[in-house]
């Protein structure tokens, strides 16, 4: 399976922040859209990756002026991104061996998604369920012993 398939399951909704904008407020908007990502965008393209991880990390190393932090005080400057022609296997290796459960999808310069760990758990879970239906079909449909195969 493509990543660009994984995006195609999931669908196009995109989260984008700006890097001046307070962090505080990105956790609002975080929250409010029940996203553990948002994709940084500076002058058109992006800049970054902000994760509840990065959000984390950043309040924890602020303590109590964590408020006056901006998005691009926290955010991975430079994420490792996916193509949307990558396989499953590879994605999944990136994202383990990066520790990094989003992945910005890019075709060249466009930013064409973002894949999360339950973006592609769904998608091999919607791919084994396929494949057992159709084995399934395949057993239930089993030629007689008498039946010349075709």
Request: no cysteine.
């Amino acid at each position: 399976m493509l990543v660009s398939e994984i995006l195609a399951i999931k669908g196009k909704v995109l989260f984008t922040i700006s890097p001046e904008v307070l962090l505080s407020e990105a956790v609002a908007i975080m929250t409010e859209q029940d996203v553990g990502s948002l994709v940084v965008f500076d002058k058109g393209r992006m800049a970054g990756l902000l994760t509840f991880r990065e959000v984390l990390v950043a309040i924890q190393k602020a303590g109590a002026d964590w408020q006056g932090l901006s998005v691009a005080d926290a955010m991975i400057q430079e994420p490792i991104v996916a193509g949307v022609n990558m396989e499953m296997d590879e994605l999944r290796r990136q994202m383990v061996e990066h520790h990094q459960r989003y992945l910005p999808v890019m075709d060249g310069a466009t930013l064409m998604g973002v894949v999360s760990f339950h973006d592609v758990a769904k998608a091999v879970l919607e791919e084994q369920s396929f494949e057992n239906r159709m084995l399934k079909n395949y057993i239930r449909n089993w030629p007689a012993e008498d039946e010349p195969v075709v």
